[in-house]
């Protein structure tokens, strides 16, 4: 079982940074690779980025390339994502998710993912 916690969610400016967070419970928080998430209002959850379980393959959706960073600390048990040049539509709430074992091909898919935080939310003015 694991637990996961978002935290770093809050209000910016269009082209400002955040850094989000998400803490993990657990011993086991090396052998899971790890993913975010958003939910916009009206629309469907959508797969942001996702990370190897030693942090060595990233991927991430063609809209956010270059301007995001997702990252892990094993030994804090931590995943972070690093947003840069926010724009407005990147306002949504983020989700951090676990999935066991090497990642797959099928990354985007949410349904693949074992554990859910309960989201934080990013909002971006213009």
């Known amino acids: 079982q694991v637990q996961l916690v978002e935290s770093g969610g809050g209000l910016v400016q269009a082209g400002g940074s955040l850094r989000l967070s998400c803490a993990a419970s657990g011993r086991t928080f090396s052998s899971y690779s790890m993913g975010w998430f958003r939910q916009a209002p009206g629309k469907e959850r959508e797969f942001v980025a996702v990370i190897s379980r030693n942090g060595g393959i990233t991927y991430y959706t063609d809209s956010v390339k270059g301007r995001f960073t997702i990252s892990r600390d094993n030994a804090k048990t931590t995943v972070f994502l690093r947003m840069n040049s926010l724009k407005p539509e990147d306002t949504a709430v983020y989700y951090c998710?676990?999935?066991?074992?090497?990642?797959?091909?099928?990354?985007?898919?949410?349904?693949?993912?074992?554990?859910w935080g309960q989201g934080t939310q990013v909002t971006v003015s213009s």
């Open positions: 998710a676990a999935k066991g074992g090497p990642l797959s091909g099928r990354y985007l898919s949410s349904n693949l993912y074992d554990y």
